[in-house]
């Protein structure tokens, strides 16, 4: 005589051990962790486009928002690191907050699949007043990144370093040196997504008409010369002359 497996006795069916266990709607763990009924339908339907691109658009945007949503909260965690003496560990945090950002910048490059004139002709009139000085991540961005300018100057006081210094002495502190960098690279990513995203209003809508809440996109092209640590800048300019004078 052969034995009945377990759950699988006549008259019952048998049990999936891989059925999902998390609350929430979802046919799977992974719809319901992840939230994809609700995210993917955070996108306008068909029947609600004014264009089919409206989907690219929205896609770019929403997911641009998460990415900057990423690097904004890692540089946060980072300064709070950094003022608690934790250098590897906000190093860390840095060097995946830069990786966002550039990932963030990639993705603008769908942007210019768009024709000009279907976009500015179907897309653009039902924005609103939407505009990218809106964006809640790069608000956040904005916001995070003075605090751990002024982080990473304290720590620097603290060794009683000069910029110049950090740089000269870069191999006996090291992590300085690497937070130097990290901030410099960071600054230097938002400065290269303000750049590409200029380049794409320009290709899109052109460079010599007013966006959305009437700012005239010049005015996106004079922005890309800010930086949140000009000092981090000026003080190649100052190494260079240094080293001419050793010469």
């Given amino acids: 005589m052969t034995e009945t497996p377990p759950g699988h006795g006549a008259g019952t069916e048998p049990e999936d051990e891989y059925a999902p266990i998390l609350p929430g709607p979802g046919a799977s763990d992974y719809e319901r962790y992840l939230r994809t009924d609700e995210l993917l339908s955070l996108q306008k339907s068909p029947a609600e486009q004014a264009h089919r691109d409206e989907l690219l658009f929205q896609v770019v945007h929403q997911s641009s928002e998460l990415w900057l949503k990423l690097a904004w909260n890692e540089v946060e965690t980072a300064t709070g690191y950094l003022r608690e003496h934790e250098l590897a560990a906000a190093i860390r945090l840095l060097r995946r907050a830069t990786d966002a950002v550039k990932t963030t910048i990639a993705l603008l490059d769908m942007l210019e699949h768009m024709s000009p004139w279907e976009y ?3 897309i653009r009139p039902v924005l609103g007043h939407g505009s990218g000085f809106d964006s809640p991540g790069w608000n956040g961005v904005r916001r995070v990144s003075p605090d751990l300018g002024e982080a990473f100057h304290e720590l620097r006081r603290e060794a009683g370093l000069s910029l110049v210094e950090v740089y000269q002495r870069g191999r ?6 690497q937070l130097a960098e990290l901030l410099t690279e960071w600054d230097e990513r938002v ?22 809440q009437g700012t005239p996109v010049e005015l996106l092209g004079g922005l890309i010369h800010r930086r949140f640590y000009p000092e981090l800048w000026s003080v190649r300019n100052e190494l260079t002359e240094l080293a001419k004078q050793e010469e």
């Fill in 120 to 122: 500015t002709r179907d």
């Fill in 172 to 177: 006996d502190y090291e992590d300085l040196y």
């Fill in 191 to 212: 400065t290269l997504w303000r750049i590409r995203h200029f380049k794409v209003v320009e290709r899109i809508i052109g460079g010599e008409v007013v966006g959305t």
